[in-house]
C-alpha cells in the first residue's frame, strides 16, 4: 500500500497542494474495514452473511437460466444408454457425465443480467440510494472530499464506471479537474455488480469465499481510488458541492415491472457484449502466444507465452502487494492480462489454474483476487 502511494505521489501534478486527511482518512478506512471484515467475530458473521447471500442470489440466476437453456446450464449432463423408445427409460453411466462446453455461456453470462435487472428494480425503488448515500457520509464527514465525487466513488462500489456518474449528472460539466479525476479513478477500481457476480461465478468451485472477498475489495476500493486521486490531482479549485451531499436519481421508469425489464435489456447488451469481447481477446491471446512460440523457437524458446513476458515484467509488482516470491510471475502474468486486456480475461485465466491444480498459496490467490478486481485496463 505504501508503494502505491509512493508511485502516486511521484507522479502528482501538485505535491504542495496534496490533501494528507484525504490520504490518511482513506487509508484509515480501507485498514479499519480489512480488520473489521477479516479479525473480529461481528466481521466474519457481517463476510458471511454477505457471501452467503451473492451464492444464494446466483442459485436464482440458474432458475432463469434452466428455465431457457435447460441441461445446457450444467457441465454434468450424464451419459448413459437408452432407447428411441420413452417407455424403454434411460440408464446412466456412473460416474460420466458429458462435457458440455456451455458453462460459460448458459451459466456464466445470464448472472450478468439478472443481476442488471434487481440493481435496476432497487434504485427504482430507492433502496441503493439509501446505500450509496450512507456510504457517502461516512467517507465525506472522515475524508472531507466533495459531495459529488464522494457520491461517485460510492456509487461505483454498487454500479459501473458509466453509470456512477449519473447519480451526479447536474454536477458533471461544472466539476474542478480534481473532481473530476476523482470521478474518473473511482470507475476503473471498482467494478459493477453484475460483473462481479459473474466473477463469483466463474470461481465459487474452487473458492467458497469469493463473493465476500469480491464484495469486500469493491468497498475497499472506494476510498482507495479518492486516496490515489488526490495524490495525483490535489484539489486547486472550490469544488461546488463541497460539505454537501445531494443524491438525485431520475427513475425514468414507471413501476418496478418497468425497471427490471429495462435493466434485462441493459444487462443483455452487457452479456453479449461481454461474451464477443472475450471470444475475440482469447483468441487473440491465442494468436499471440502462437507468434511467440514460433519466434521464441529461433532462440530455444519454444514455449515462450504472452503470459511469461507479463508474469516475468510484473512479478515485482505482485511482491510489493505481498505474494511470496515463488507465486509472483504467476500473480503478476493474472495481473499483466487484466491490464492489457481486461480483468474479465484475467478472472478467467485464474479460475483455469485453480481448476488445473496449479499450486498457488491461499495468499496469492487472496491477493490476486483483490488486485484483479476493478475496471482498469485498456479495453476499459
Do not use: C
Not at 430507492?126 to 464527514?141: H, P, S
Not at 447536474?170 to 467494478?191: D, H, I, K, N, Q
Amino acid at each position: 500500500m505504501l508503494a502505491l502511494g509512493l508511485v502516486a505521489w511521484l507522479l502528482s501534478v501538485d505535491r504542495k497542494r496534496i490533501p494528507w486527511r484525504v490520504v490518511l482518512w482513506g487509508t484509515g478506512l480501507q485498514l479499519v474495514f480489512a480488520v473489521f471484515i477479516l479479525k473480529t467475530p461481528a466481521g466474519a458473521v457481517l463476510f458471511d452473511w454477505l457471501n452467503t447471500g451473492v451464492v444464494a442470489l446466483l442459485g436464482y440466476t440458474v432458475d432463469g437460466a434452466r428455465f431457457i437453456f435447460g441441461n445446457l446450464v450444467y457441465n454434468n449432463v450424464p451419459v448413459g444408454t437408452g432407447s428411441p423408445d420413452p417407455a424403454s427409460g434411460f440408464t446412466p453411466i456412473p460416474g460420466q457425465v458429458a462435457n458440455t462446453g456451455a458453462f460459460f455461456a448458459f451459466n456464466v453470462l445470464p448472472t450478468i443480467i439478472f443481476f442488471s435487472s434487481l440493481m435496476t428494480v432497487l434504485y427504482h425503488l430507492g433502496v441503493m440510494q439509501l446505500v450509496v448515500k450512507g456510504v457517502a457520509w461516512v467517507m465525506q464527514r472522515t475524508m472531507r472530499t466533495s459531495g459529488a465525487e464522494t457520491l461517485s466513488a460510492a456509487g461505483n462500489i454498487f454500479v459501473g464506471q458509466t453509470e456512477a456518474p449519473l447519480l451526479i449528472k447536474p454536477f458533471v460539466e461544472r466539476m474542478t479537474r480534481s473532481e473530476l479525476m476523482a470521478v474518473m479513478t473511482g470507475g476503473f477500481a471498482t467494478v459493477a455488480g453484475g460483473v462481479m457476480a459473474a466473477y463469483v461465478g466463474m470461481l465459487l468451485a474452487f473458492f467458497p469465499d469469493i463473493a465476500g472477498h469480491l464484495m469486500a475489495a469493491s468497498v475497499m476500493s472506494a476510498p482507495a481510488a479518492l486516496v490515489i486521486a488526490k495524490l495525483m490531482h490535489p484539489e486547486d479549485g472550490e469544488p461546488e458541492t463541497a460539505g454537501t451531499l445531494e443524491l438525485d436519481v431520475e427513475r425514468p421508469d414507471v413501476n418496478a415491472i418497468d425497471a427490471a425489464a429495462r435493466g434485462a435489456g441493459e444487462g443483455l447488451f452487457l452479456a453479449l457484449n461481454v461474451g464477443a469481447m472475450l471470444l475475440a481477446f482469447v483468441a487473440l491471446v491465442a494468436l499471440v502466444d502462437g507468434l511467440l512460440g514460433l519466434a521464441g523457437g529461433w532462440v530455444g524458446m519454444p514455449d515462450l507465452q504472452l503470459q511469461t513476458i507479463l508474469g516475468w515484467a510484473l512479478a515485482p509488482v505482485a511482491w510489493i502487494m505481498g505474494v511470496p516470491w515463488h507465486d509472483a510471475t504467476t500473480v503478476g502474468a493474472l495481473f499483466g492480462m487484466k491490464t492489457a486486456l481486461n480483468e474479465f480475461i484475467a478472472y478467467l485465466q485464474l479460475s483455469s489454474l485453480l481448476g488445473e491444480g496449479t499450486s498457488l498459496s491461499p495468499r496469492s490467490v487472496v491477493i490476486a483476487v483483490y488486485g484483479l478486481s476493478g475496471f482498469a485496463n485498456f479495453s476499459s
